[in-house]
């Protein structure tokens, strides 16, 4: 352990970060932690102090720290020799993990690309789309985020998140993970459905020139602030873009493997079958892995490509196997939905008597609080950092977003346990009642 002061400690590390890495990648909190080890759902900082990990790496350390299952795995790989291959070889892992995604992703004739990223995941959609509907005309949801990457980036919206993007796709975005803005709160589900839906057969009238590709959307929005769609919503949109032939892109890299602990993927909830699913985070459990589950017709189509030659490899197939085996074997689904209901049932009691607190939203392992200026109910990021320094204190990490920076996001490993779900939601509560007492 190191003494942050120390010439070796965090408060150096932070200064040689500061001078050779972008300072676009932000840090959190005002003294940034370096975190040296884990077990669990908790990690260690170089200092000693623990934190319940309530944001998994943004979600994924799936299953927790140092997993036997995921390290035996790997290091069993690791004693073949084999770190990397190349996929113009057989690997059996991979072709085993395909197996099961496809059979899970509830895709019709399903078949699996691995990539290293939630981003080269859903370029790899929207070029398979883009291809087999020859047309560069997209559609994606607003405050959505897709990844950083030429095509993933004209899909994402919101300023903050694409400031320097020239979209190489013609992209239209629609209302829908919008229900929770204040200009939609009068309104039944009912009502901004349609409204929704109408909007789209308008921006299909008008917006654009030709055929559509295809619609990417996240279940539930993670950078946007874990906003959802309302029931029925998806289901509404899919019978418009199947009248038109446009393939619907479920982009499941926070919202799949059981986390909403309702479904395995985020759009089931929604009773909608996907043409295409992405996935990637959680899935090789901190190994880099992600992928794209797509009918056959579409992945195979006569210029079809994928985007790396390093997805799939045999260590992260090797530490996605082990990760998927268990999340299955364990029923995380399941426990996702118990911990979940924990943590939301307090956070909603929070709501009723904290003035700061403008909104909880959530569902299985994902949860988010919005908070607001007490007074004028305004979006409050101030109190937002606030929060966090106070959570951090506490030994909790948490996570934040939103279209306004005013949203905490949490989504801890769906290993959490019923006592870490209770003593985590005691940390929250504490930290929203110091942020509103002094906000008052
Ligand atoms: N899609 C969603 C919904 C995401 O949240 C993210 C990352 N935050 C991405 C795609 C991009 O994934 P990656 O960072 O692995 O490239």
Same mark, same amino acid.
């Given at each position: 352990l190191r003494d942050p002061e120390s010439p070796s400690g965090s408060a150096d590390l932070l200064k040689r970060h500061r001078a050779v890495l972008p300072n676009w990648m932000g840090l959190y909190y005002d003294e940034p932690i370096e975190?040296?080890?884990g077990k669990g759902n908790r990690v260690v900082d170089a200092s000693g102090k623990s934190y319940l990990d309530f944001f998994a790496g943004i979600l994924t350390n799936m299953i927790g720290y140092d997993v036997p299952e995921v390290r035996e795995a790997v290091e069993r790989q690791l004693a073949t020799g084999i770190v990397h291959t190349s996929t113009l070889y057989l690997i059996r892992a991979q072709v085993e993990l395909a197996e099961k995604i496809a059979r899970l992703s509830g895709i019709p004739d399903a078949k699996v690309f691995f990539t290293n990223s939630g981003t080269e995941a859903n370029e790899t959609a929207l070029l398979l789309a883009t291809y087999a509907r020859k047309t560069d005309q997209v559609l994606a949801m607003r405050q959505s985020y897709h990844g950083r990457s030429f095509g993933a980036i004209s899909v994402t919206s919101n300023r903050s998140w694409k400031n320097n993007s020239l979209s190489p796709l013609n992209v239209h975005f629609l209302h829908g993970a919008d $229900?929770? @803005?204040v200009q939609f709160r009068g309104?039944? /589900?009912?009502d901004y459905i349609k409204a929704c839906v109408d909007d789209l057969r308008h921006v299909l009238a008008t917006a654009v020139s030709n055929d559509v590709a295809a619609l990417i959307a996240e279940p539930i929005q993670g %950078? &946007?602030?874990?906003?959802?769609?309302? /029931?029925g919503l998806f289901a509404a949109y899919k019978e418009v873009l199947d009248e038109e032939g446009i393939l619907f892109i479920s982009d499941e890299v926070q919202s799949g493997w059981g986390r909403t602990g309702s479904a395995f993927f985020g759009i089931e909830n929604h009773g909608v079958t996907p043409d295409m699913l992405t996935f990637a985070k959680g899935t090789g459990n901190g190994f880099?892995? &992600?992928?794209?589950v797509a009918r +056959? /017709? @579409?992945m195979d189509g006569p210029h079809a490509v994928g985007l790396s030659t390093f997805g799939g490899n045999p260590i992260s197939m090797a530490a996605a196997n082990a990760t998927l085996d268990y999340v299955l074997d364990h029923d995380l689904q399941a426990n996702a939905a118990r911990t979940g209901e924990i943590i939301l049932a307090g956070l909603r009691e929070a709501e009723q008597r904290l003035? %700061?607190? &403008?909104?909880? $939203?959530? $569902?299985g392992l994902m949860f988010a609080i919005e908070l607001v200026d007490p007074a004028t109910g305004a979006p409050a990021p101030a109190l937002v950092a606030r929060f966090m320094e106070e959570?951090?204190? *506490? &030994? @909790? *990490? +948490?996570?934040k977003g939103g279209l306004y920076g005013n949203t905490l996001r949490m989504a801890p490993p769906l290993t959490l346990t019923e006592d870490e779900a209770r003593e985590g939601l005691g940390i929250l509560v504490t930290a929203l009642e110091t942020v509103n007492d002094e906000a008052r």
């Open positions: 975190i040296v080890g $229900r929770h @803005l309104m039944s /589900d009912a %950078v &946007g602030g874990f906003t959802m769609a309302p /029931d880099a892995v &992600g992928g794209i +056959a /017709d @579409l003035a %700061v607190v &403008g909104a909880v $939203r959530g $569902r959570t951090k204190k *506490l &030994g @909790l *990490l +948490a996570g």
